[in-house]
């Protein structure tokens, strides 16, 4: 069993950057591959990053390649997510979900477990 909880989120403009954490518990963590989704309003929950449980590999959507960065501390449980030049685009509830595998995937399906995430808003 994983516990996830997120922080982090906020309101920014345009151009701005936040860092998102999130925090595992659970015997696991050290071998799961690690993953950020997101939700915007009206929108299904969609993929943004994922790590391996080592760290050595990584994936990005299309739309965030180049201005965020996904990284994780095994010693302190955390992963994280750097979001930089953030657009209004960017503007969803930001997830951490960890997988029972060690390999990263996009697929949501993929994760078992999941924070209750952390609000992004963006401005123009």
């Known amino acids: 069993q994983v516990q996830l909880v997120e922080s982090g989120g906020g309101l920014v403009q345009a151009g701005d950057s936040l860092r998102l954490s999130c925090v595992a518990s659970g015997r696991t963590y050290s071998r799961s591959a690690m993953a950020w989704f997101r939700r915007s309003p009206g929108k299904e929950r969609e993929f943004v990053s994922a790590?391996?449980?080592?760290?050595?590999?990584?994936y990005y959507t299309d739309s965030v390649k180049g201005r965020f960065t996904i990284t994780r501390d095994n010693a302190k449980s955390t992963l994280y997510l750097q979001m930089d030049s953030l657009k209004p685009e960017d503007k969803a509830v930001y997830y951490c979900?960890?997988?029972?595998?060690?390999?990263?995937?996009?697929?949501?399906?993929?994760?078992?477990?999941w924070g209750q995430g952390t609000q992004v808003t963006v401005s123009s």
């Open positions: 790590i391996s449980w080592g760290g050595g590999t990584t």
């Open positions: 979900a960890a997988s029972q595998s060690s390999v990263p995937y996009s697929d949501r399906s993929r994760y078992r477990y």
